[in-house]
């Protein structure tokens, strides 16, 4: 009998063709070379790549049957075609299914399917996206809070949040935090969080320090009429972190920290307990490791699914750009668009951002966004609380019909003012796609009436960028 080289029940398949609601898409992009070779077989390689990511092996067994291969393996059904004028190269979009009967809900085994050994079989290869069926997604939960639980929760209805981040990131006691947030608090922040890096240390542990921290914000709400939330840092092993959740729930926490390095099997099972009735901050930075291999869009669905209330995510515009404009806009696109049943999770655009960024933030990404800022706030010249006010300042700002800088000479908006004077202020480029030549440009003029018809002020040409102010 003549023997195939690809086998139909994973090559002779479309999108159009298998059930979506049973089956995970992963999509991949390919960049495989042999040099010197004058003949490639990309298919063959997808096929072992295939394979190894669901029934089978390099040699096939009496065991892997047609039966077996049709109920449980992987299957490409999309390959484009990224042309390329190496012909020993080929470079390519791939998308392969997979049938959610090999896990049911099991989040562990899917990733080990999506993302395992098949980086092993192409040597530059990078999960570009997921897709989840509905009989996958019908398992999860999602986050308890999500943009809209969280803004009932604060009583802030329609504009981005400011965060705190607790700097140093270790070292203090826990009455040296709680005086640092005590003076953001007053200054208006809406939230604060432990740095991912803090730990059990020893002159600080999280109860201790949760107890510190929750008697200043409760002194600060006596003040303000306001009470700022503090996600505490309770990263820990598998065996650990449950109890010191409901520990500190029980002392009074008010949210809750957890970093990539603790799983996402952990994370969903904090977010779907019943007695944890607080949001979860899922911090990423820990996911850097895996940014050649995995984008950051797949990081963000993968969280959301699991519970994630808040992410923090790379941008363009932070301190170390680790992503294009794409990439960091499309992360927090994916945790607001809609997902089935699943709530949206905040995105939080991060990474020495200052308040001179506001409006660029807030332009790219919309008013659902939290802004993280440790030393961009706590390094404000006149202080940690003149930090937090200089944030609320051009939230305030990004969110009116002012430029920033009008907005800043207000007199009561004197902190943002001293903010743009230490940090200053992003005009955010622009990309001039749609017209032949500068010579073409639109240009812009405004009007004093008290000069007349003629009376042109000013002359811009909008290729050139934001108009300066």
């Not at 922040?189 to 740095?195: G, L, R």
């Not at 890096?197 to 201790?208: A, H, K």
């Amino acid at each position: 009998m003549y023997e195939r080289y690809y086998d139909p029940q994973i090559f002779v398949q479309t999108l159009d063709g298998i059930d979506l609601d049973n089956h995970v898409v992963a999509s991949y992009y390919m960049d495989d070379a042999l040099p010197g070779e004058e003949f490639l077989d990309h298919f063959a390689l997808i096929q072992a790549m295939a394979l190894e990511g669901s029934t089978g092996t390099w040699e096939k067994v009496e065991e892997d049957t047609e039966e077996v291969r049709q109920m449980l393996s992987s299957r490409m059904v999309g390959y484009f075609e990224i042309p390329t004028p190496d012909s020993d190269r080929r470079r390519a979009v791939v998308q392969l299914a997979f049938p959610v009967d090999v896990w049911g809900d099991n989040i562990n085994m899917m990733i080990l399917a999506v993302a395992g050994n098949c980086f092993a079989y192409s040597k530059d290869l990078r999960l570009l996206d997921l897709f989840f069926p509905k009989n996958f997604l019908k398992c999860f939960k999602g986050p308890k809070f999500g943009v809209s639980g969280l803004r009932e929760f604060l009583g802030i209805a329609d504009r981005p949040l400011s965060l705190h981040i607790i700097k140093p990131k270790m070292g203090m006691t826990p009455e040296q935090v709680a005086k640092q947030v005590y003076m953001t608090a007053i200054g208006g922040a809406d939230m604060c969080k432990d740095d991912e890096m803090t730990s059990e240390v020893y002159n600080s542990t999280y109860l201790d320090r949760l107890e510190a921290v929750n008697e200043s914000l409760d002194r600060a709400a006596d003040k303000t009429g306001k009470r700022m939330i503090y996600f505490l840092s309770i990263t820990d092993e598998p065996s650990k972190v449950v109890d010191k959740a409901y520990r500190a729930i029980e002392a009074g926490a008010s949210g809750l920290l957890l970093t990539y390095s603790q799983g996402l099997a952990t994370l969903r099972k904090l977010a779907e307990d019943p007695n944890v009735d607080v949001p979860i901050l899922w911090h990423g930075s820990h996911m850097i490791a895996a940014m050649k291999s995995v984008s950051w869009p797949v990081f963000a669905k993968l969280a959301r699914i699991c519970g994630a209330d808040l992410m923090l995510t790379p941008t363009m515009w932070s301190s170390i750009p680790m992503v294009s404009l794409e990439e960091g806009i499309r992360t927090s696109q994916v945790k607001l668009a809609p997902l089935g049943h699943i709530k949206q999770t905040w995105p939080m655009p991060c990474a020495g951002t200052y308040p001179g960024l506001a409006p660029v933030l807030v332009g790219e990404y919309g008013p659902d966004i939290t802004i993280p800022a440790g030393g961009g706030m706590l390094g404000h010249p006149d202080g940690y609380t003149a930090g937090a006010r200089a944030w609320q300042q051009a939230i305030a700002a990004a969110m009116s019909d002012e430029d920033m800088i009008t907005f800043a000479k207000r007199p009561e908006n004197k902190e943002l003012r001293r903010a743009i004077e230490k940090w200053g202020y992003i005009e955010r480029p622009k990309s001039a796609w749609l017209r032949a030549a500068p010579k073409f440009h639109p240009k812009k003029m405004t009007f004093s009436d008290a000069d007349g018809p003629n009376g042109a002020e000013k002359v811009e040409e909008l290729h050139e960028g934001a108009i300066k102010i």
